[in-house]
């Protein structure tokens, strides 16, 4: 039996080595001072308290550490965390911010809220007020429903869609000058196939008013058929698609003007520092500019996606029911493999709509033309919900119906494969054939 003495001779001098080592690093210190404060995030008081305490320690010039924050080594990790967390959002100053980028800022917040990826777990299980309870969770809920502008009909976005589509159905396809390579290296011309790939889903983003589209390469269909996407193969590739929202006084909502494509490509050879995945986006709409100033604008894409890491990064969740309707029109042409001229959503009825067609009817329709014989569209709509994994978005859930319009030398032929029989196909016919391609690059 060791007695408490003999064991103490020995320890002594790994505790003294330890001991002094930790007054040595005291003299190692990051600094880590208080900025004077520009443009203070401004909102409600029971909204800026939530936020005062639980983010801004990390994400303003006001922090406070606490004393055990302060020695050696603890300090080193939280200069590093409070550096990082003001370079990606400093709410000391918030003005400097659009109001567009704000209310985006605002809405990741809240998502890494919801995921508990925010505040860092490291500083939750220790700091009194770390967490953000339910409750205030549904405060900032609701305070965010209350700055996202309804959908309303807007003059200049019409203006600016039907300008960019004239422009596009005129310009014959592949004119168009090089696309400059994203900062991280990743080039267009290998993606530039992406309208032609399969649309894998469909997203309404209430938070920034844009329609999108997620289309998936060869890879990442086969992927879904076999059921392998998580984690998805190497060389699966997934395009994003924006375009502003246009709605008509009706409150159906089609696509605007194409604002931004954007892409996660994997393959973690090539891309080991970020995920696994190469990340690209281009912006300006049909100018195709690389976004961000730097390499380091991929820090931005994989913050956001940081709570779907169990989902390999991603957050679209392919819908199966697509797979499902590729038995349903074998007779005429398959939606899953056809290409998408067009997305709709109809939040007012809770429903969306993606237009598929196959290459005479794509040929026809990105021309600007009226469908020509051997033309066949299918028109898939299903139920709309809330995105699960995006408070700001709402994806299609159940199948409601496909409607398919064949086109021949005696006029086209409608067929409903499942859905409400009880309409008129002339008015479903004209409806159908009323909606124009969405512009893509
Ligand atoms: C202990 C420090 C700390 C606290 C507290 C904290 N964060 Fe963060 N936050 C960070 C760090 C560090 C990053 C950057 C992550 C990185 O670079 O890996 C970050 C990133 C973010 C981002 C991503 C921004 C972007 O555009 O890349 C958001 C949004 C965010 N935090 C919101 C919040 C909110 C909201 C709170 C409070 C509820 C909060 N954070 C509390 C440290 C913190
Ligand atoms: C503020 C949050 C946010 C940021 C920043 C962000 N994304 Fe995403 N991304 C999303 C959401 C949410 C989705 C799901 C589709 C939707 O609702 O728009 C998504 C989906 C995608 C998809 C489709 C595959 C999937 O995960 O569903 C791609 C590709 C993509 N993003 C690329 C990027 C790239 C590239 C960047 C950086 C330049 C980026 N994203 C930055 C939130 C973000």
């Known amino acids: 039996m060791l007695s408490v003495r003999s064991f103490w001779i020995k320890v002594r001098p790994v505790v003294v080595v330890l001991f002094v080592l930790f007054v040595c690093i005291q003299f190692v210190r990051p600094r880590l001072d208080n900025p004077p404060v520009t443009g203070d995030f401004k909102a409600p008081a029971e909204v800026k308290a939530v936020i005062r305490r639980a983010c801004y ?28 967390g003001r370079k990606v959002l400093n709410f000391s100053s918030w003005d400097s911010l659009s109001r567009g980028q704000q209310l985006g800022k605002l809405y990741e917040s809240l998502n890494q809220i919801e995921y508990n990826v925010m505040p860092l777990s490291q500083y939750s299980a220790f700091h009194h007020g ?21 959908v309303m009909p807007d003059t200049a976005k019409q203006r600016a869609s039907v300008e960019q589509y004239e422009k596009w159905i005129l310009s014959v396809m592949g004119t168009r000058g090089p696309v ?9 011309s ?21 329609l999108r589209l997620i289309l998936g390469n060869a890879v990442v269909e086969r992927a879904i058929r076999e059921g392998h996407t998580n984690p998805w193969p190497k060389g699966a590739v997934f395009a994003k698609v924006a375009w502003d929202q246009l709605p008509d006084s009706a409150g159906e909502i089609r696509t605007g003007a194409f604002r931004q494509v954007e892409f996660m490509i994997r393959d973690g050879q090539k891309y080991p520092t970020t995920g696994g995945w190469g990340w690209a986006r281009w912006i300006g709409g049909l100018g195709m500019k690389p976004y961000g100033k730097d390499a380091s604008f991929t820090m931005e894409c994989i913050n956001c996606h940081k709570p779907m890491q169990p989902n390999d990064q991603t957050f679209t969740l392919p819908l199966a029911d697509t797979l499902a ?14 290409k998408v001229i067009t997305t709709v959503a109809r939040p007012k009825e809770s429903t969306m709509s993606t237009l598929y067609g196959n290459d005479v009817a794509i040929k026809d ?77």
């Open 180 to 188: 400059a390579d994203e900062y991280n290296g990743v080039g267009y």
């Open 130 to 150: 770390g967490r953000v309870s339910p409750e205030e969770v549904a405060l900032l809920r609701q305070y965010l429903l209350s700055l996202t502008p309804g």
């Open 365 to 441: 329709a990105r021309a600007g033309k009226a469908y020509s014989p051997g033309a066949v569209v299918t028109l898939v709509t299903w139920e709309q919900r809330d995105d699960p994994h995006w408070f700001g978005g709402r994806i299609p859930a159940a199948l409601r119906s496909v409607e398919v319009v064949k086109y021949g030398r005696a006029g086209p032929i409608y067929k409903m494969y499942s859905g409400n029989e009880n309409v008129s196909e002339q008015a479903r016919i004209s409806y159908i054939a009323g909606l124009k391609a969405a512009v893509l690059p």
């Open 57 to 84: 320690d990390c994400h303003s010039n006001e922090t406070h550490l606490a004393w055990f924050d302060q020695p050696a080594p603890a300090c080193w990790l939280v200069a590093d965390h409070v550096k990082k």
């Open 190 to 210: 290998d993606l530039s196939g992406f309208r032609d790939w399969t649309a894998i889903s469909t997203t309404e983003r209430y938070d920034n008013g844009t």
């Open 325 to 338: 309707l590729a038995e349903v029109g074998a007779d005429t042409m398959r939606p899953m493999t056809g």
